[in-house]
């Protein structure tokens, strides 16, 4: 089986690749690396890519009304996605949007300060503060923090049940000491948060979401 994928040449010393939730393939390999050696290595991982691949397709169809907007997860729950011109918003019987175009937004008016109030919570028991937190619409992660101590999450975050948003959160706050996924970064993790393997695993059945919408 023969593979598309996108490859990215950088200043490295060896070849890697990645698939996305979206099973999008990403070869990273060193500046000048030919290109029959590109696809030996792609041979190599065959059975590997088929495995991904496979059991995002599989997500993918179980998550097919998510990914097309019918239904929609909030704080951990699925509910409706209702078109109407009557009313805007996230109630228990669904969420109601004049367009989608909106979709971000609702989230944020609804959650957005409620959550900041938990990051500062959380930063506050573990002694971890940053200098300041965001919400913005990122495709591909949950949260970032970088040197100046600024921490920006995902809106997408509000579409999680609250012990995996707390997870993300102590990740995050973690890269304020430990700017690496070092050994010494996780075990900072389990200190706040001894659960976090399972956690950091379950996260992935909802990775899909980041690129969504």
């Not at 390999?29 to 995002?56: M, S």
């Amino acid at each position: 089986m023969k593979y598309n994928y996108n490859l990215v040449y950088s200043k490295r010393r060896s070849i890697s690749a990645s698939v996305s939730v979206d099973n999008v393939i990403t070869v990273r390999c060193p500046i000048g690396y030919p290109k029959e050696k590109v696809d030996e290595f792609l041979a190599r991982k065959r059975d590997w890519f088929d495995k991904i691949i496979e059991k995002n397709s599989q997500s993918m169809s179980v998550n097919a009304d998510i990914i097309s907007l019918k239904k929609a997860y909030v704080q951990g729950n699925v509910l409706p996605v209702i078109i109407s011109n009557k009313t805007t918003g996230i109630c228990s019987d669904g969420i109601y949007l004049s367009s989608r175009s909106i979709y971000p937004y609702i989230y944020c008016e609804r959650f957005d300060a409620r959550f900041i109030n938990r990051v500062m919570y959380l930063a506050e028991q573990t002694s971890l503060k940053p200098q300041s937190v965001k919400i913005r619409d990122y495709r591909s992660r949950w949260g970032s923090c970088n040197v100046r101590g600024n921490i920006t999450f995902n809106y997408k975050i509000h579409m999680l049940a609250q012990d995996l948003q707390d997870y993300i959160i102590i990740h995050e706050l973690c890269h304020l000491q430990q700017m690496n996924h070092s050994a010494k970064f996780w075990r900072r993790v389990e200190t706040y948060m001894p659960d976090y393997k399972q956690l950091k695993k379950r996260l992935k059945n909802f990775d899909f979401l980041t690129r969504l919408y």
